[in-house]
């Protein structure tokens, strides 16, 4: 028999708690750097040990579910993107890239346009790689050089390129949240991705349009010395992300190009100098690596004590209440994106959020007469939503770590993951795109 218990949630609520009241009662306070006052990872330790004393079984079996939790392969795979990614971005903002980028791609694109043009280029990147991790890792750094080139905020702007990326993550077919969305609904991929488009279109168009009216007063300082040749990792990366390499070896190649271009180009910089600088970057993911373990087994201790399938069963429980299900399409499709939402705060994993929750939204889809398209569509639309905004997801706090800002105070800046929840939201209400089929 299935575990349900609203109790098994209580872990995550604890952490939350600590995480978002302190900083908000040190800020308050007016304390500097309130949200850096008791650091994620340390905040997350009342929780993890509330998360042992509720479980069952030995302290041996408690502490081996929690163990699996962090050894899951989609940590693991997030962990190693994360090294990586510190890595090559040290390496080449040590070499001049960052500045070689930030420089030469200004000097082509008019200031207004600054900020629509990272959001597009992540944009295209995610929807290629079929990652947003992959994405924000090759590109934040770039963000974060362009807003200290210019008088844009850098919250806005590397803000700007989280929202790119969730675009790619949600309408890439090749990414991982579509794939585990078409499968648990049994749909045709095709469908699904005209049904996102025809959501998450409109939504990057608003965001487009914000974006180009904030950074229309950008004022940029261009150095004219800047050598092109130091652009060439992050060309390098771009070009074999878009081509479907693998995220791990498309950073590894960047770091050992980055390194021989410094070596070759810049005075004094030797093999030691590289070495260092390598674990340079290292060191500035400790916080997001250490984090995202943490979560992983959190996540697992939450699952097994039944706190997940709690939150499907009440959302379950209250599809069911309604009258006549034909005739409220729209109660269903809400009840899909709650479930989702809900399950998404709990894991900070969208794929895995989608998969949790696939049963239960294919069962609501049946019963209220949702599309399986559709359903694929809104599940997909609303853990990216979420992923996106989450300050304890794996997108936020990479690029958090990468500029050196509070995973909090991105959320607001995340503007097109907003246009899009509130797009899909219009969506689910007009009825519109429906994803039935039209009769003939």
């Known amino acids: 028999m299935t575990i349900k218990s609203p109790w098994a949630l209580l ?29 994620a990872p340390v905040a997350i330790l009342p929780a993890i040990i509330l998360a042992l004393l509720m479980a069952k079984g030995s302290i041996n079996q408690r502490v081996e579910h929690f163990i699996q939790g962090c050894a899951n392969p989609t940590i693991v795979t ?52 079929g990652t947003s991790m992959g994405s924000i890792a090759a590109v934040a750094p770039i963000a974060v050089g362009v807003a200290e080139a210019s008088d844009l905020s850098m919250v806005l702007t590397v803000g700007t390129v989280m929202g790119g990326a969730m675009f790619g993550d949600n309408l890439s077919i090749i990414s991982d949240t579509t794939i585990a969305a078409t499968r648990t609904q049994g749909c045709n991929m095709r469908d699904k991705f005209r049904l996102n488009f025809k959501i998450a279109i409109p939504a990057a168009l608003l965001t487009i349009i914000w974006l180009y009216f904030q950074g229309d007063a950008a ?29 791990l070896v498309v950073l590894l190649t960047g770091i050992l190009v980055a390194g021989t271009i410094g070596l070759w180009q810049v005075p004094d910089y030797s093999l030691a100098v590289w070495s260092s600088d390598i674990y340079k970057g290292y060191s ?44 409220h399409r729209r109660m269903g499709e809400l009840s899909i994106a709650a479930g989702v939402a809900m399950v998404n705060a709990c894991t900070a994993n969208n794929t895995v959020a989608i998969l949790i929750s696939g049963s239960l939204a294919k069962d ?18 609303s853990s990216c939503v979420v992923q996106g905004i989450l300050p304890y997801g794996a997108q936020m706090l990479l690029a958090a770590s990468l500029s050196g800002l509070s995973p909090l105070a991105l959320v607001s800046a995340v503007v097109y993951c907003w246009c899009l929840g509130l797009v899909m939201i219009g969506s689910i209400i007009l009825g519109r795109p429906s994803g039935q089929a039209k009769a003939a």
């Open 11 to 39: 872990p995550m609520l604890l952490f939350m708690s600590l995480f978002i009241g302190s900083g908000l009662y040190y800020q308050a306070a007016g304390v500097e750097f309130a949200f850096y006052k008791i650091s």
């Open 78 to 129: 997030m962990l190693l993107i994360f090294l990586l990614a510190g890595g090559f971005a040290s390496v080449a903002k040590a070499i001049g890239g960052v500045d070689a980028v930030v420089n030469l791609s200004l000097d082509i694109i008019p200031a207004s346009f600054v900020l629509p043009g990272l959001f597009i280029m992540t944009a295209f990147m995610a929807t290629a790689m």
């Open 219 to 247: 004022q940029v300082d261009l150095d004219p010395e800047t050598s092109a040749i130091k652009m060439l990792p992050y060309l390098l990366v771009l070009v074999l992300a878009v081509s479907g390499m693998n995220v």
């Open 284 to 327: 500035n993911m400790q916080e997001i690596l250490i984090l995202s373990l943490f979560i992983g087994g959190l996540g697992a201790m939450m699952k097994v004590g039944g706190g997940l399938d709690w939150l499907a069963a009440q959302l379950d429980r209250l599809s069911r209440e309604q009258a006549d299900p034909k005739a």
């Open 364 to 381: 609501i889809a049946n019963r209220y007469g949702v599309d399986a398209k559709r359903s694929a569509s809104i599940m997909d639309i």
